[in-house]
């Protein structure tokens, strides 16, 4: 499926994580057999590599606060934005027990409510190949961003190793599907095969990200590039 033909209305996506907010950490640890959570350790390893204790992070498309969590937890002023209520929901119980708790705010990528300058940092974790009008989205990244400010994206890739793709392929095309249907949310698992492999990876989405005026832009695969860690400096 190609990108154009994905449907990623706001309101088409807000009603369907909507609709799984409750099963989602489920779900997806099950099916990664946790490998997304040391995904995100290393990914929140090398992002405080860069910033200073107290930094502001925006966690954009933050879902159910797995990364949001994890940033505070390095001391870091966090916000949460997200355009799923339910989602955000799963969230704020996740971090009732931190001092301070994240603040979470219902919102779109494509409309960044606060002012320009206002982070040092803006994640995304397995969020932004669901934006609509993703260049748009990268000009209000930057916007918001301080001078110098980082970039860094977590998203799922497709290895480049001929056999470890073809097995990692027939895995996400097949098994993930046939999960999501057993547990009732088929629609939302198809939605995700479709999404990441219609997502530009590794050169072509730094190419974005230059395109969009960020510079310093890198990569780093991720389980032999099962997933990608971006990152990218006003």
Known sequence: MTQDRLNKDAAVISGMFDSIASKYDRMNH????????????????RLSSSLVPGAAVLDLACGTGDLTRALALKGFVVTGLDISTEMMEVGKMKCRDLKPQPQFILGSAEQIPFP??????????????????????????????KPGGRLAVLEFAVPENPLWRALYLFYFKHAMRLVGKAVGSGDAYGYLVDSVMAFPRYEALCAEFTTAGFTDVRYDRYSGGIACGYSACK
């Open 116 to 145: 320009d300058a206002s982070f040092d940092a803006v994640t995304i974790a397995f969020g932004l190949r669901n934006f609509d009008h993703r260049a748009e989205c990268l000009q209000e990244i930057r916007r918001v961003l």
């Open 30 to 45: 099950g099916m990664s057999l946790g490998i997304d959570k040391l995904w995100r350790r290393r990914f929140v390893r």
